[in-house]
């Protein structure tokens, strides 16, 4: 049976998340799909450190181009306490600017959960688990994202309908992320009983998304197939296409990196090196391509993708 659609939950017309990209959420980007009628989610880190904006002037500017409602992302590992305290500043600061839609991605969101609901807020958590889920439902989160293996970014290992499945008893509004590139697919996860989308790739093929040329067209020609995982850019595979650049590089890490990031006293350094370094190369490199142009991460929804357009035209030939 179709779960209740999350519209009422977040007041938005479609129930469509721009999901939160680093490096690719451009304060326009998040707008457009706000302005669009679905929720467009700010990556901090991306707001931040890519498009170097101070973070309450970026959501103020996010402000002056929509008076939509606007999300933030927030991943909450505990791996690093300088981190953490960085994403409590960007909570209240969110709050403040009348933020009042959270995602919150690894470790545990209840603290999140507890401060948003005095400001009668909504908390989603990214999951890829049914194990996963149970500790984000623990944490009191009032739906989950089901980040599922056709996603891009960190992607799951369940196909839509089994995540789906497997999460459904859970009786909290469930959003499809991954996969979807055109209007078959959208339609198809909402017929499955997702409650909404959350989108990544499409909309980096969007004329607000900020991201290279380049980029672009490499998601237009990319077909299923050519997306592959690597565990170069954060020591977690991360779905990218592979391109002849990925495919000389190769998509292991070395044997030394490899057994910091699985051994248990060591993983989350190691993980947290390989992001911090990402961000690094990234601050170096953006828009003039190196690092950046390397890496085209993009989830296996490219197949469905066919043209560049701006966001609106896209939700609304998804809508109609
Ligand atoms: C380039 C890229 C960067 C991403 N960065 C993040 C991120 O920083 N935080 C997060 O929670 N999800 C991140 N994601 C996941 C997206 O928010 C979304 O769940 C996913 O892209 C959905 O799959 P799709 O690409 O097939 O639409 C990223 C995805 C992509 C493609």
Redesign the pocket.
């Known amino acids: 049976m179709q779960q209740s659609l999350i519209t009422d939950l977040l007041k938005i017309r479609y129930p469509i ?1 721009g ?7 451009n304060p326009e980007l998040v707008a457009a799909v706000s302005a669009a009628g679905g929720i467009g ?1 700010v ?1 901090p ?2 707001l931040t450190y890519v498009n170097k904006y101070d973070f309450r002037k970026g959501l103020q500017y996010i402000r002056t181009l929509t008076p939509n409602p606007i999300g933030l ?1 927030l ?1 909450i590992e505990k791996s690093s306490q300088k981190y953490l305290e960085k994403n409590k500043e960007w909570l209240e600061i969110a709050l403040e600017e009348g933020v009042r839609f959270f ?1 919150t ?1 690894l470790g545990n969101p209840d603290w999140v959960v507890k401060r948003v609901e005095k400001e009668g807020g909504i908390v989603f958590h ?1 999951v890829t688990t049914k194990e996963w889920a149970k500790k984000a439902i623990g944490g009191g989160v009032n739906g989950l ?1 089901c ?2 293996s ?6 799951g290992d369940e196909k839509p309908q089994d995540l789906f499945r497997d999460l459904k008893d859970f009786n909290v509004p469930l959003v499809c ?5 055109d209007r078959k697919a959208y339609e198809s996860a909402l017929t499955l009983g997702y409650s909404g ?8 093929a969007s004329k607000e998304c900020t991201a290279h040329e380049d980029y672009k067209a490499a998601i237009l020609k990319a077909e299923e197939d050519d997306i592959v995982l690597t565990k170069k850019i954060t020591g977690v595979p ?2 990218v296409i592979n391109t002849g650049y990925m495919k000389v590089r190769g998509s292991e890490t070395g044997v030394v990196s490899k057994f910091f990031l699985e051994h248990p006293k060591t993983k989350h350094y190691a993980r947290m090196f390989f992001s911090l370094r990402s961000v690094w190369q990234l601050k170096q490199s953006w828009g003039k391509g190196g690092d950046y142009k390397e890496f085209y ?5 490219v197949s469905g993708i066919k043209s560049i357009q701006p966001v609106g035209e896209i939700i609304s030939s998804w809508v109609k």
């Open positions: 998340i999901g939160a990209m680093y490096p690719c959420s989610v990556q880190i991306s992302n991943l995602i991605a990214d994202i980040v599922n056709r996603a891009g970014g960190h992607a992320a991954g996969g979807i590139g989308v959350q989108i990544g790739t499409r909309f980096i991360v779905a991460q993009a989830g296996k929804s």
